[in-house]
């Protein structure tokens, strides 16, 4: 069955002592109180191969935030897959809001980061989600339709292996948050178009996790929806005890 997971993105914030520090912070909490999900820090890259030292695999997992397209050679300043493993990391964030906002990645961009990462042993955390006049106009169920179905050439044994988040851009760093409800329905809708093409079992084993102005207040009515298996946070996991008070929502 899925697993529930709390993964943490921490975006462009934190030097690297001060990333490292929080690393630690989260990993000693950790091993205090055993979470009942599984924990994740997606960090800058700058901070991969430290944060991996100070961490224990058993209670906390490792991603970045991002990697190139390419496999390797004269791209300057890009981060390959390979370079990602090759800190210690498991898991990659793919397509995340900002990056296909402000940096302009498209599907087929993202479909070629998805391929490398699952080529180089990373688990991608492949975020989806729609932005405000989508939401109001009611395309989204379209919109996240589509963002999804771009990784539809994936065998199943690879689609398999992907974590997807539904992460609405109107909640984003907002302090507006989709309804456990919006969220339900998008999560549901989620599950049905996976299974529609790769099939009940690997539709259930799929993770999906919820991304938007989760904080400790709210995380335990969005996590107790049966479509949402955590959440991907950003802002509250800047600080090891909100970023704690989300993963304890599944205790
Ligand atoms: P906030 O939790 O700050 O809204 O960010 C969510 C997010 O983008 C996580 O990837």
Redesign the pocket.
């Known amino acids: 069955m899925r697993k529930n997971i709390v ?1 943490g ?1 921490w ?1 462009m914030n934190t030097t690297l002592d001060e990333g490292v520090e929080l690393a630690n912070d989260i990993n000693t909490l950790l091993l205090a109180n055993k979470p009942n999900c599984d924990v994740i820090v ?1 960090v800058p890259f700058t901070h991969l191969t430290s944060v991996h030292g100070v961490i224990d695999k058993e209670v906390l997992g490792l991603g970045a935030e991002n990697c190139s397209e390419h496999e390797k050679g004269a791209y300057t300043g890009e981060v390959s897959a390979a370079m990602v493993k090759s800190t210690g990391a498991q898991y990659v ?1 793919l397509g ?3 990056r296909r906002q402000y940096f302009g990645e498209n599907n087929e961009q993202l479909l070629a980061k998805t391929k490398l990462a699952l080529a180089n042993g990373l688990m991608p955390i492949f ?1 989806v989600g729609e932005v405000l006049e989508e939401r109001e106009n009611g395309s989204y169920n379209d919109v996240v339709s589509s963002q999804i179905e771009a990784l539809f050439s994936l065998s199943p044994e690879d689609f398999g292996k992907i974590i997807v ?1 539904y ?1 609405p851009v109107w ?5 507006k948050t989709a309804t456990a409800e919006q969220a339900q329905d998008m999560h549901a809708h989620i599950r049905k178009v996976i299974e529609e093409k790769y099939g009940k079992e690997i539709a259930d084993n799929t993770s999906i996790l919820y ?5 400790p207040s709210n995380a335990k009515e969005l996590f107790a929806k049966p479509d949402v298996d955590g ?7 800047l600080q090891a005890d909100s970023f704690m008070g989300i993963i304890e929502a599944f205790n």
């Open positions: 993964a993105n975006k997606c964030i995340h809001s900002e975020c988040a992460e909640a984003i760093g907002t302090g991304g938007g102005s989760c904080k959440g991907l946070i950003g802002g509250a996991a």
